[in-house]
């Protein structure tokens, strides 16, 4: 995690993945028949590659199935060489929604776009490009938007030159981070000017204000309106950090409340530009990640009923929190003992289950739990990624690519997100090194997903042969991705 409040603009066009693992003496193995799962290619604009923008972080797909995303068009980009896409053609957001693929446009003098977020009664929200050029960087200026019954409307900033939705209910309120015009040394976003936490609710941008200090980041927003995120408390740098002291806060009826640190000086809530996404969920309780005194190392916290609890490591020193479930139940990554691995993790009812990693890859990081319990995880080289996605449900870890039909071309690598009725957002890579977004809906029947499928974790079920994206044994090529 090192320096939390530098996670900023540089990081947000990468994908962002990570690891943990599982005691399986305290689950019992999955005696229900696995899914299989049918794969929805949702296609590009005619260009090679399809996005997922936000990983790990968003819901980009919606308890109804609909996913959201960019795509590559024919279109070289007129950004050159700041490209949005891999492959330098304009991208546009797009909606795919019963097998139906959907261009949501840009800005009006802009030239790509891209959604993160689709809420359950269809509101979408994400960036786009201006057609400006950030006189301080040189680069093409982000501003936040929304689309509503396919109309695109900009959110915008404080006066800056960048914008960015970080979650959103299924009350349209949506909460982020924009830029002013004040110079700030320390900006959060890396940009040079003050990194101001927003609420749009209701076609107005609310500056929701800071602890003390000069920036703030709005990270997560619940049903109940509550919205958490951190904030500098003074404008003094440390020496061990560089910046100034960073809390976390929840934000209730106007009123910003300080929620401390597990005794370091910066923490932060799961978000996009920090460890994870789901950083609040209904109950009001909230998970991030914490230094420790003296800022050396730092740990998952979950902050509930007043009070902040540091919910451990797998016996190394850090950890990462990246998602809680309206259950309570939080996943992450955290570091093994006797090693500088992480593994992904399940934390619930006291206690942290190490959920393994998959055979010859040594990290792996929980991105997702929904509210059935069912968490998605991410796998590869540590800080690289490159392994298969995982699921892993009622104790036991399976690698997704034995869990589609042999048939299927793509290797899964990154796992994105997963929503309530099982559905799975995850990147496929082809043969040929291109990357789409897909959709994996499972298909209860009987249990044909062998033991051959079951990923070897510490609860000691076999490991499974995995198949590559070209559908040999060897190791795929790395694309983005830090598990």
Known sequence: MGNLARYACPM?????????????QDVQPD??????YIVKDLGTFGGPNSYYFSQPIVATLNNDGTVVGGADTTAPDPDYP??????CLAVHAFRWKHGTLQDLGTLPGGFNSAALWVNDMGLITGFADNGKIDPISGTPELVTVAWRQGKIIEIGTFGGSFSFPNSM??????????????WDDFSMMGLGTETRAFLWRGGALHDLGTLGGTDAWAASINERGQIAGWSYTNTIPNATTGVPIQHPFLWESGRMQDLGTL???????????????????????????????????????????????DLGTLGGPNGEAYW?????????????????????????????????????????????????G???????????????????????????????????????????FINDRGEIAVTGILPNGDIH????VPQEGPDDASESSRIASPSGVSPSVRRSRNGSSEAPVRRHGKP
């Open 12 to 24: 947000i066009l990468a994908a962002l993945v990570t690891p943990a693992s599982l005691s399986g």
């Open 437 to 440: 977004d897909l959709l994996l």
């Open 263 to 309: 005794g370091g000086t910066l923490a932060v809530v799961a978000s996009l530009g920090a460890p994870g996404g789901g950083g609040l969920n209904n109950r009001g309780q909230i998970v991030g990640t914490s230094n420790l005194t003296g800022d050396a190392s730092w740990h998952p916290f979950l902050w509930t009923r007043g009070r902040m609890i």
């Open 82 to 87: 700041f490209c949005f896409g891999n492959a």
């Open 169 to 182: 209910n299924n009350r349209g309120e949506i909460v982020g981070v924009g830029l002013d015009s004040i």
């Open 31 to 36: 005696i229900k028949p696995m899914p299989r």
């Open 324 to 372: 809680i479930n309206d259950n309570g139940e939080v996943v992450g990554r955290a570091d093994v003992i006797g090693s500088t691995d992480h593994h992904a993790f399940l934390w619930r009812e006291g206690k942290m289950l190490d959920l393994g990693a998959a055979p010859g890859w040594p990290c792996s990081t929980a991105v997702d739990i929904n509210t059935r």
């Open 374 to 416: 069912e968490v998605i995880i991410d796998t590869g080289i540590c800080g690289q990624g490159g392994g298969p996605g995982l699921l892993w449900r009622n104790g036991v870890t399976y690698d997704l690519n034995t869990l589609v039909p042999a048939s299927t071309e793509f290797f899964i690598g990154d796992v994105n």
